[in-house]
């Protein structure tokens, strides 16, 4: 992320400090390759049965003896705390992802990766950008409550 810059401005004789807008980064889409589109249509009734929600993340954790794995301890809206598994640490660190509000699949069977149960699967974007796989997390807007329904 970009460092926001200031200007300092009089009004009525007093200095008011600006903050800037961020510095967006312009990205070329033309280096970018996607997944082309799958051919199989499903029905509305499969894709009903998959149960989206919104997910805040209370903890992030790399699993011990694992590059890949992150354990996220996610608020989904129970009284519960659900725990997921994803291979994203090569693009994020656990610290930066607490607090944040993700969209996760939870009706997904328990999974065991590394002893732990992951019970569910934390949503992202992937394409291929000149030869390298990129990744991006589903993060969406903070007023989001956890277990708000995604249709």
């Known amino acids: 992320m970009k460092s926001l810059g200031t200007e300092t401005k009089k009004s009525q004789g007093k200095a008011v400090e600006k903050t800037a807008e961020p510095v967006k980064e312009v990205i070329d889409f033309s280096k970018v390759k996607i997944e082309p589109l799958f051919s199989d249509l499903v029905d509305f ?16 954790t790399a699993v011990p003896k694992s590059k890949k794995l992150l354990q996220f301890t996610l608020d989904d809206g129970t009284d519960t705390e659900r725990t997921i598994l994803s291979g994203i640490h090569a693009y994020y660190e656990p610290e930066e ?9 939870t009706n997904l069977p328990p999974r065991a990766m590394m002893g732990i149960d992951s019970c569910g699967m934390i949503i992202s974007a992937v394409h291929e950008e000149e030869g ?3 990744l ?10 956890a277990g708000a329904k995604l249709y």
């Open 132 to 134: 390298e796989e990129k």
């Open 45 to 60: 009734e499969t894709f009903s049965r998959s149960d989206f929600r919104a997910v805040k993340v209370k903890a992030c």
């Open 97 to 105: 992802l607490i607090g944040k509000t993700l969209i996760a699949i």
């Open 136 to 145: 991006h997390l589903l993060i969406v807007d903070d007023h989001i409550p």
